[in-house]
């Protein structure tokens, strides 16, 4: 049975409003999650990895600023909660800056935050806590467009900048809220100065320290560094918050391994969840053939676009494969279901969609009273080529006909009732 075809409902308010299992910090000990990764995070992959199995799923880390403006819009057409922005000054269709699906990810979706700026993280987490588990804010990420900021690991060259954030999301929004704030940092040299640092962060108030064990300088080919782990998860336990350990996780099992020989409290999967989302699953992982197909059945019922289907895929998919040239290769999704060999099977049109191709958009704004089609019609560009006045000769002459708008509407609700709420 399809993902979607599951769940009906549709989700017009924030998370805290269904029926969800509230994030106890108490039971998340011994549990292993999927860490934020850019690009690799989006939704399909953050539902996969829960359908396999994962405690908690990351979201990709969202800059302040690109939070900040959005305006929270249900998605009706695939029942998700979509925090879009105008583009290019309202002239093209609104990019989807964050998107997420309560029915699944209510409860088990952590909002990582990139900021460098107590007043624009507070602004930009009050955008999402209503329908998130979590607020955690990325002071670990080394890479230029973050650090040049002042922003990812840069912060923790700046504790001061650091705890003043963390405890401005604690006041300002975690506490409100009743929701989590919590950090993800690396290792510094020497490590006494992680221990300091980890030490300042557990007077902030938040309930969780997630450690990836490298140090700034260090790239992921470079084998994590556990040495100080353990000396880590036991100044966070006497704190009373959780300590999560990152780096170099590639199985549930190695995470609980992890976990009883450092005390941590549970273990983030990055690399080897973006090659296999199924690694958290409790014993074997599945074939890559059968999670691509997965993935891609995820990615298509969402409406995921179409680069980020592809970036992914060239994850999951091995390069000397057969397949992996011709995915490379493809144009569409379509194209993508036809090579893996799966129905390609999209989310169905919303009921306005079904006028738009019917009747056209002017008609059907027209009857749903749109304020932009009537401005439009008045404009004096259209007057002058006579549209405004067409549009009106038109439906009297169907009126004439007998054939109204109206009733080709109404065939239209007939075939899809349960539509009918979306515009009616």
């Known amino acids: 049975m399809r993902l979607l075809n599951l769940y009906s409902k549709t989700f017009s308010q924030p998370f805290a409003t269904f029926p969800s299992s509230p994030l106890n910090l108490k039971t998340m000990a011994g549990k292993c999650v999927l860490a934020p990764m850019v690009r690799t995070g989006e939704l399909p992959t953050r539902l996969l990895a829960l359908r396999y199995g994962a405690d908690l799923v990351w979201g990709p880390e969202t800059v302040d600023k690109g939070i900040i403006g959005t305006q929270r819009v249900v ?40 900021t460098a700026s107590p007043e624009l993280a507070v602004e930009a987490a009050k955008i999402v806590v209503s329908d998130v ?21 840069a912060l923790l060259k700046n504790p001061d900048r650091l705890v003043d954030i963390l405890t401005s999301l604690v006041t300002e929004v975690g506490v409100p809220n009743s929701v989590p704030i919590s950090v993800k940092i690396r290792l510094l040299e020497p490590h006494s100065d992680t221990i300091g640092l980890v030490q300042r962060l557990c007077t902030t108030g938040i309930s969780r320290v997630t450690v990836h064990c490298r140090t700034i300088p260090m790239r992921p080919r470079e084998p994590a560094v556990r040495d100080v782990l353990s000396d880590i998860a036991n100044v966070c336990r006497e704190a009373g918050i959780e300590c999560f350990a990152n780096g170099d996780v590639d199985s549930r099992a190695h995470a609980e391994e992890l976990i009883g020989k450092h005390g941590v409290d549970g273990c983030m999967i990055a690399r080897a969840a973006e090659t296999n989302p199924s690694v958290f699953l409790p014993g074997e992982k599945l074939p890559w053939l059968d999670v691509a197909k997965e993935y891609t059945r995820i990615a298509v019922e969402v409406d995921n676009h179409f680069p980020n289907i592809k970036f992914c895929l060239s994850h999951i998919i091995p390069g000397k494969t057969d397949l992996y040239p011709l995915i490379s290769r493809s144009k569409t999704a379509r194209q993508i279901c036809e090579i893996l ?17 019917a009747f056209g958009k002017a008609a059907r704004a027209e009857m749903v ?15 002058a080529a006579g549209g405004g006045d067409s549009v009106k000769h038109r439906e009297k002459k169907r009126k004439e006909r007998g054939v109204g708008l109206h009733s080709e509407i109404t065939g239209i609700l007939e075939q899809e009732p349960h539509q009918a709420a979306i515009i009616l």
């Not at 588990?133 to 690991?153: E, T």
Request: charged share 25%; with cysteine.
């Open 133 to 153: 588990a979590g607020i955690d804010v990325n002071s670990g990420c080394p890479k230029h467009f973050s650090i040049h900021s002042g922003m990812g690991a």
């Open 341 to 357: 060999e799966i129905p390609y099977e999209p989310p169905a049109p919303r009921l306005e969609e079904n006028l738009d191709k």
């Open 75 to 114: 998605n009706s057409k695939i029942n998700c909660i979509d925090f879009v922005k105008p583009q290019n000054g309202g002239q093209y269709d609104e990019k989807v800056i964050f998107r997420t699906y309560p029915t699944m990810e209510a409860g088990k979706l952590i909002f990582q935050l990139g």
């Open 369 to 383: 009273g749109s304020k932009a089609v009537q401005k439009a019609k008045s404009s004096s560009t259209v007057k």
